[in-house]
């Protein structure tokens, strides 16, 4: 026997795919922003790869911002400090 | 993006949610937190390759194949229960087939349509249609009249500033707890009574689970992928319960949360509740000083998130309470003051105190490491209502923190003509 039942899955959702700037072909000079989750020693861990980009691969000098709160997204100003960098490096974690 | 790798489902459904599915993740060992942070270091340069091929390459198309809107189902029950853990449909209990006329009969009780749209379930960002949620009450055990009362509890779940979105991704041991309050408790049998919190009444378990596969089913919020919980609380397969209105001998819950007519629920962002035993005293001073001491708990994230805690006095306390003269808000007020209702530093660790004092510098700046300082920010952070039975307890909900309790009307649904919300 065979039932007919209604997903429960709910509905595609509706966020755009959102395009992306084509990357750059080095990181030489790049302007890269580092974005600290909160959580503890993430602060570490993003600027000391920041920094080793720059080191290694000649990244500009990182520019960064810290989540005050870890439950909480990053507040729309201060993403908007970032609009103009080629790449930013953020995480996910505990 | 870098993510540890326990979080690497975590960090894939957010990246999909922002519209940047194919985004390059580089994984690091889980955990970062814990360890000096020099420990890190030759993890961390071995890494760097890694993060700058990632941030060279170029996105790969991903294509998504929407779910049909049917299924054509096995019948015989183990066969169904496989089938359903398959598509990942599963709380692990067994559930009812959301046939296509069980589930019309669920979304006719809430006089809308199906296909209005409730709203979008995070981490998926699915649309929870009132098609979609009749359909987890369904497979939750409801009977088709608390259909209103989950969707209410799911559009309430879905205000910002409830913070689903943490809520469900949290390592934290937290679950929406819908308390449901009004005329609308007792119609539809309710249980604000003995054994609140526990087993044995259809309306509370039937909600407060339909709620959960709503989470987990639309919001795809699943188990050590989306869902981080470290241990999660059994309260993630229901935790639901009413208001005792008639055991309150102070203004209800439901007129203090500004509930409708009809009835409406309240859903909080709440760990598992935690006793308040006191057989002893027998006045007000002995009941809040217990009550002061169990607020006060180096463990809850209400020390440095702050927010909003939950106080379910038994009727019994409440009496007591009552009896001299305390109404909700002078239960507020003198818990807020009170000198048990504190926390002192000294028992607080170095690492933690750091972390407090950046995360509620208005709380922790400028106090010293020997000092105290109160659990709550104000005395409306302590939400207090009455629910249970007879005996000498009552229950303290501590929050997320970084949450607020949100009250929405239960639709009335057709049979007393009200209009579509």
């Not at chain 2, 926390?343 to 490491?369: C, K, M, Q």
């Amino acid at each position: 026997m065979v039932v007919r039942i209604v997903d429960p899955s709910g509905s595609e959702p509706p966020t755009q795919r959102l395009d992306t700037t084509p990357r750059p072909a080095s990181l030489a000079g790049a302007r890269i922003a580092v974005l600290n989750n909160g959580k503890p020693n993430a602060e570490h861990v993003v600027r000391r790869l920041a920094g080793h980009l720059a080191e290694r691969f000649g990244t500009q000098e990182p520019e960064g911002a810290e989540k005050p709160n870890s439950s909480r997204p990053f507040e729309a100003e201060v993403l908007d400090r970032f609009r103009n960098f080629d790449a930013a490096v953020v995480g996910v974690g505990d | 993006m870098i993510a540890t790798d326990s979080f690497l489902p975590l960090a894939r459904a957010v990246a999909r949610q922002q519209g940047l599915e194919s985004m390059a993740v580089v994984t690091i060992p889980h955990p970062i937190g814990g360890v000096e942070p020099e420990q890190l270091d030759d993890m961390l340069a071995a890494a760097v390759d890694r993060v700058a091929a990632a941030l060279l390459s170029s996105p790969e198309e991903v294509e998504t194949v929407p779910a049909p809107a049917v299924h054509d189902a096995p019948g015989d029950v183990l066969e169904f229960l496989a089938f359903a853990e398959e598509r990942r449909w599963s709380d692990g209990l067994p559930s009812v087939p959301p046939t296509e006329e069980l589930v019309e009969r669920a979304v006719a009780a809430t006089g809308r349509d199906a296909g209005h749209l409730v709203g979008l379930v995070p981490p998926s960002n699915r649309g929870a249609s009132v098609g979609a949620i009749a359909a987890n009450a369904v497979m939750a055990g409801c009977p088709p009249e608390l259909t209103p009362v989950v969707v209410a509890a799911v559009e309430a779940a879905l205000e910002p500033r409830f913070n689903l979105q943490a809520l469900t991704t949290t390592t934290h041991p937290v679950t929406p707890l819908v308390v449901v309050h009004g005329p609308v408790a007792e119609r539809l049998g309710f249980n604000g009574g003995p054994n609140a919190f526990g087993q044995g009444n259809r309306a509370n378990a039937g909600v407060g689970r339909a709620l959960r596969l709503v989470l987990q089913n639309v919001g795809e919020a699943r188990p050590g992928e989306t869902d981080r919980a470290t241990h999660g609380t059994p309260g993630k397969y229901a935790y639901c319960i009413a208001e005792n209105a008639a055991g309150s001998p102070f203004e209800t819950f439901h007129a203090a949360r500004g509930g409708g007519p009809g009835g409406a629920v309240t859903v909080f962002g709440g760990e598992a509740p935690h006793n308040i035993n006191d057989h002893g005293s027998t006045d007000a001073a002995g009941i809040l000083n217990t009550i002061a001491g169990t607020l006060a708990s180096l463990g809850s994230n209400n020390l440095y998130l702050r927010g909003q805690l939950l106080l379910v006095l038994g009727p019994e306390h409440a009496e007591v309470l009552a009896r001299e003269g305390y109404d909700r808000r002078r239960i507020q007020e003198a818990l807020h003051a009170h000198p048990r209702a504190r926390i002192s530093l000294a028992g607080v660790s170095e690492g933690n105190f750091d972390r407090y004092r950046r995360t509620a510098p208005h709380v922790f700046a400028d106090v010293p490491d020997d000092g105290v300082v109160p659990m709550l920010d104000g005395p409306e952070s302590l939400l207090v209502m009455v629910a249970g039975g007879p005996g000498k307890h009552s229950m303290l909900v501590p929050s997320f923190g970084t949450t607020e309790a949100v009250t929405v009307d239960v639709s009335p649904g057709p049979a007393r003509g009200a209009a579509d919300g």
